[in-house]
């Protein structure tokens, strides 16, 4: 918006912070620069998760099995919860930066209350979800636990295909095994023809163990990306709440929208963030939605 | 207040004018159309349909990178944003696809037992 057109334009508030810095031609170039280094920030944010992303991949293609297995433990219905939350957050910042374009005070702090609010929720959720691994003993340490003690490891051992997404068609039982077949014992030559070439090699660690710590670098995949992801939403809590109050009580910094701009592009990459680690991690397996 | 958007649009080129309520609520709807989408598809065995493996997995990330689409573009303005944000909000996405050129690697050599899926190495 140009100086003019601040003139031109009812309620438009025309004050020392809403001037045109000097090495700016105007106020459309100014506004272009703001924009663009916050996009600069969300690139480096997308090289840092995507660093994250990229060792998801990698360990699912080396252990589709264990992966798949190890997916059972988190629900579809809770992440489904949290992605509602999410795009519904983004929709209440998207107007709570159009509320601020029209200047419109009153809405812009119920717009973005409700964001904060949802924020909330999700970390809600978050805490359960967290919660129920702790309980299981699903947190990679010392105390990790597998097959999980509330399984019992009864359910036999189904061999899921390779690819994670394969097998069980449109299994909504909960058929699906937890019980992983066994992997080749490290060092074990994979297709041992005599029993003397087999007694060369001496194994490290039983089939168990191996499965055991495929499963556990997947769940400490698990913590890493969702709580990074957390982090970010507490961050974005924490930005919103500062604006809040600054719109609140009507703080010389905030006249303009393009701060809620930038912090409504951040909260937006919060969102596409989870797009991905919703599918990714929780919808791996036809599985029970609770 | 659409009024107050256009006028404000009218005096200003590269303006940032408010856009109409009805595309930010289309853009919430489509994706939550695509939410239960991606959940539908992971309860569906899509091999049986398209035998090519993990198509499970291809269809619900075409479906998460149709709805970060739909975000950058219309929620984050840059649909409707100068050039400089296209292309620096496009590099970003560049670069992630970069990232994953270290499959190069992992591809292209075998690693030990169990690697990449079941191939089983040790030959």
């Known amino acids: ?34 924009i663009v280094g916050m996009w600069t920030f969300l690139v480096t944010e997308i090289m840092f998760f995507g660093a994250l992303f990229l ?16 997916s059972q433990e988190l629900s579809v219905g809770l992440g489904f919860v949290n992605t509602l939350i999410l795009l519904t957050s983004s929709l209440t910042m998207a107007f709570g930066v159009r509320a601020s374009i029209l200047k419109q005070k009153r809405m ?19 805490t359960i979800e967290y919660g129920s691994k702790f309980e299981h003993h699903l947190f ?24 994670g997404a394969t097998a069980h068609g449109g299994g909504g039982e909960h058929s699906v095994s937890t019980t992983v077949p066994a992997p080749q014992a490290v060092m074990a030559p994979a297709s041992a023809e005599s029993s003397t070439e087999q007694e060369a090699f001496i194994p490290r660690f039983t089939p168990d163990e191996i499965t055991k710590g495929r499963v556990q670098l997947y769940i400490g995949l698990y913590f890493i990306m969702t709580g990074l992801h ?19 009580f009507d703080h010389p910094a905030i006249q ?21 680690l919703y599918p990714l991690l929780y919808l791996i397996h036809p599985k029970p939605f609770w | 207040m659409a009024q107050h958007a256009e006028h ?13 309520p009805w595309l930010y609520l289309s853009v919430y709807a489509a994706l939550m159309l695509l939410l239960f989408a991606t959940v539908a598809a992971s309860y569906v065995d899509l091999n049986k349909y398209i ?35 296209w292309l620096w909000a496009g590099s970003g996405f560049v670069w992630f696809l970069i990232l994953f050129l270290v499959f190069m690697d992992y591809f292209t050599r075998n690693w030990g037992p169990q690697s990449l899926g079941g191939a089983t190495g040790w030959e």
């Open chain 1, 1 to 34: 918006m140009s100086a003019e057109a601040l003139e031109h334009a009812p309620h438009a508030v025309v004050d020392a912070h809403t001037y045109v810095a000097h090495q700016f031609e105007d106020r459309a170039q100014q506004n272009e620069s703001y």
């Open chain 1, 55 to 70: 060792a998801y991949t990698v360990y699912r293609s080396q252990y589709p099995t264990e992966v798949t297995a190890a």
């Open chain 1, 108 to 126: 812009q702090l119920v717009y973005i209350g409700a964001t904060i609010l949802l924020a909330f929720g999700f970390m809600g959720v978050k």
């Open chain 1, 140 to 163: 990679p340490g010392p105390n990790f636990q597998w097959p999980p003690a509330h399984h019992g490891g009864s359910h036999g051992g189904e061999a899921h295909g390779a690819g």
């Open chain 1, 230 to 248: 957390g982090l970010h939403v507490l961050i974005g809590i924490l930005v919103l709440g500062a604006i809040w109050l600054m719109i609140a």
């Open chain 1, 256 to 276: 303009d929208f393009i701060p809620i701009e930038l912090a409504g592009l951040y909260w937006h990459f919060v969102d596409i963030v989870w797009i991905f």
């Open chain 2, 8 to 20: 404000t649009a009218e005096h200003a080129e590269h303006a940032h004018h408010a856009a109409p």
């Open chain 2, 51 to 85: 035998p090519i493996p993990g198509m499970n997995i291809f269809v619900m990330l075409f479906i998460a990178v149709a709805k970060a689409t739909l975000v950058v573009l219309f929620f984050m303005h840059v649909w409707d944003g100068t050039r400089l944000t």
